[in-house]
């Protein structure tokens, strides 16, 4: 008997050790030995997208800015929600494995009448009153799982909750590089703006110094205009720049979760900074840094385990239920001798014709298993791309900044050189209005290709999966 029973349980371990369906096994992926670069870098360990974002962002305006983001953000705080429903819905998936308990009893009271259809006497219903209780404790819905048609469930939907906590991540990563972004745009646009408003202000004086000249007679009608169109053409910048600062403020404040407002400077434009060194580091070690990678392969594996529960649907399911409890007439004897009460039933479900329903699930299956492969795969392509051309950009705008710092001191000493030969009556106006209106050209040019370098680091970092540590 004892032999019997072991050989029994045996087989049932066995039997619920298999498991129908592919095992996950991640794809072969040709990384490059290097990311492309108008300079390549030697392959190094350390890389940009290991420090923290505020190792990388030293303003603490932004850092403030950020913290605030990290919190009120509606992209992400909706992220953090369907972390939490993946969660739930892994425990519910999880509890399908297991048998199900639950108790239950009531008592009836019920009263006879000797005076009915068929009038009885009272030594055939001494009591009319009744009293019946019924207590039990119910196994229902036990599914042994055999062909591992639950365990796959299970195992999606826990890749499914590594999805979201990746997902999760990703947003965070995109919401640094949004609100460094927009913060570093409006330092920008305020330092435009204060290039705008200082030579507003240069002009004015020599517009006024031409009234004055042409009071004297030097100056002609021609120079005056021209004065003024310069003045205009400064002038006419400043509301264009306070629009766009205005409503990248208001950007901010929707990443922020908050009402339309301003937003609290910290350092200035030109003294922002970087890390010197900006490593990508090696190209494998983005598979594992990048959340988005991550969160695509956790895709991948669930689809491969949903391949095991439409092949599991081909065996028989196995249910097992059970009732255990007693009925009495008396509460003190309920669970006692003769008033005890159980019952036990196995039940089998074979599928025998579905028309063809199963095996398109298992197909449907497959193909949403292809379907987050070319995902995973492209997922990866676009993260090297992606930091590729952040490093061309950061490498480009670094050599188109030198060249253009060069251009400005140029002009600046030519409408020194300029102003001064008219002044002294050698030269023509035309010549330090034409040098003056290339200086202001020149400077907002700089401005914005020292915006955009910064920019690049802040593209690499989230490029390389920076922002979610």
Not at 3 to 10: E, G, K, P, Q
Not at 23 to 31: D, G, H
Not at 50 to 61: G, I, P, T
Not at 372 to 388: D, G, P, V
Request: aromatic share 8%.
């Amino acid at each position: 008997m004892k032999y019997r029973l072991i050989v029994t349980a045996s087989a049932i371990v066995f039997l619920m050790a298999c498991t129908v369906g592919p095992n996950y096994q991640r794809p072969v992926i040709q990384t490059p030995t290097a990311f492309r670069a108008p300079e390549p870098q030697a392959p190094q360990e350390a890389s940009l997208g290991d420090l923290k974002w505020f190792e990388v962002f030293k303003d603490e305006k932004l850092q403030d800015l950020i913290r605030t983001a990290m919190v009120r953000n509606y992209d992400l705080r909706d992220a953090v929600a369907n972390v939490e429903a993946a969660r739930a819905n892994l425990g519910i998936t999880r509890s399908d494995q297991y048998p199900n308990l639950n108790a239950s009893g009531n008592v009836e009271f019920t009263r006879l009448s000797r005076d009915g259809s068929l009038p009885l006497p009272a030594s055939f219903v001494p009591f009319q009153n009744r009293t019946w209780g019924q207590g039990a404790l119910n196994l229902l819905s036990f599914e042994v799982d055999i062909w591992g048609r639950l365990r796959r469930a299970t195992e999606a939907s826990r890749a499914n909750l590594l999805n979201a906590e990746e997902t999760r991540k990703a947003v965070m990563t995109t919401l640094v590089g949004a609100v460094a972004t927009d913060y570093l745009t409006l330092r920008e646009l305020d330092h435009e703006l204060d290039i705008s408003q200082r030579t507003l202000g240069t002009r004015q004086d020599s517009l006024r110094l031409i009234q004055q000249r042409q009071d004297g007679g030097i100056a002609t009608q021609l120079d005056l205009r021209q004065g003024e169109q310069l003045v205009f053409t400064a002038s006419e910048t400043i509301p264009a720049l306070q629009q766009q600062i205005e409503q990248t403020e208001n950007q901010i404040t929707l990443l922020l979760g908050q009402n339309p407002g301003g937003i609290v400077r910290g350092r200035d434009f030109t003294e922002q900074q970087f890390p010197p060194e900006v490593p990508a580091g090696m190209p494998s070690a983005l598979l594992e840094r990048r959340p988005d990678i991550r969160a695509a392969e956790q895709s991948l594996i669930a689809a491969n385990a949903n391949i095991g529960v439409a092949k599991a649907a081909y065996f028989p399911q196995i249910s097992l239920s059970g009732f255990l409890g007693g009925q009495s007439t008396q509460l003190a004897t309920l669970f006692n001798g003769p008033h005890s009460a159980w019952s036990f039933i196995p039940q089998v479900t074979q599928p025998i014709f579905t028309a063809g329903r199963l095996k398109s699930t298992v197909r449907l299956a497959e193909a949403q298993e292809q379907s987050a492969l070319i995902h995973y795969e492209k997922t990866i392509q676009t993260a090297f791309n992606e930091t590729s051309d952040a490093l061309i950009a950061h490498q480009r705008l670094r050599e188109s900044r030198t060249q253009q710092e060069a251009l400005v001191t140029a002009l600046q000493d030519r409408t020194r050189l300029a102003y001064v030969r008219y002044l002294g009556g050698v030269d023509t106006q035309l010549n330090a209005l034409d040098a003056d209106r290339d200086l202001f050209q020149a400077q907002l040019t700089l401005s914005q290709i020292q915006l955009n370098e910064l920019l690049s680091v802040v593209q690499l970092y989230k490029a390389l999966g920076g922002g979610w540590q």
